[in-house]
T-cell receptor
Framework: DAGVTQSPTHLIKTRGQQVTLRCSPKSGHDTVSWYQQALGQGPQFIFQYYEEEERQRGNFPDRFSGHQFPNYSSELNVNALLLGDSALYLC????????????FGPGTRLLVL | GDSVTQMEGPVTLSEEAFLTINCTYTATGYPSLFWYVQYPGEGLQLLLKATKADDKGSNKGFEATYRKETTSFHLEKGSVQVSDSAVYFCALTPSGSARQLTFGSGTQLTVLP
């Protein structure tokens, strides 16, 4: 049984560019959440998707947007990249009715130069 | 808002030593509480959880008890191994809305042989 998968594993961009990160949830999971983890810190909640809609959002600007597809996979888009967006981006999925129990993928390491 | 405070690390122990990592929280009502572990270069893994007061979560020799009176969820293990070396995160989801995980800043544990 495959766990949560994310792609790509690493990415290098320059300021002002746009990036798209991808996530496939565990089999049977229908909810996907995204987190940003800066170096040496705990993850910060970006948003959560359920039934192809953003259900809850953390304190992140509109440059951060997302999408969930009918197969429950999800994308995180970040526009107008800033140096401070450099971080590990984690995707987590949850089984139906258990949004609080989240299973994390390995993350995408984004470096903005 | 909700918050989680962990003891600052890093923590260095010898193999077979007793481990305690302190975690306290601020939240209204009865949040669900979690411990996650992050091994080098990997995403977060759910270690254990407790969803109501006086519940004890346990897994792989680790334990934590949900103490409402002290708003704490300290992680303990009786005999650590070198393979337990990792970063440990305490986290919560608020009561009534089990969606957004709020994390502490993490505690780096190194176990020496």
């Amino acid at each position: 049984d495959a766990g949560v998968t994310q792609s790509p594993t690493h990415l290098i961009k320059t300021r002002g560019q746009q990036v798209t990160l991808r996530c496939s949830p565990k089999s049977g999971h229908d909810t996907v959440s995204w987190y940003q983890q800066a170096l040496g810190q705990g993850p910060q909640f970006i948003f959560q998707y359920y039934e192809e809609e953003e259900r809850q959002r953390g304190n992140f600007p509109d440059r951060f947007s997302g999408h969930q597809f009918p197969n429950y996979s999800s994308e995180l888009n970040v526009n107008a990249l800033l140096l401070g967006d450099s971080a590990l981006y984690l995707c987590a999925s949850s089984p139906p009715g258990q949004e609080g129990t989240q299973y994390f993928g390995p993350g995408t390491r984004l470096l903005v130069l | 808002g909700d918050s989680v405070t962990q003891m600052e690390g890093p923590v260095t122990l010898s193999e077979e030593a007793f481990l305690t990592i302190n975690c306290t929280y601020t939240a209204t009502g009865y949040p669900s509480l979690f411990w996650y572990v992050q091994y080098p270069g990997e995403g977060l893994q759910l270690l254990l959880k407790a969803t109501k007061a006086d519940d004890k979560g346990s897994n792989k020799g680790f334990e934590a008890t949900y103490r409402k009176e002290t708003t704490s969820f300290h992680l303990e293990k009786g005999s650590v191994q070198v393979s337990d070396s990792a970063v440990y995160f305490c986290a919560l989801t608020p009561s009534g809305s089990a969606r957004q995980l709020t994390f502490g800043s993490g505690t780096q544990l190194t176990v020496l042989p």
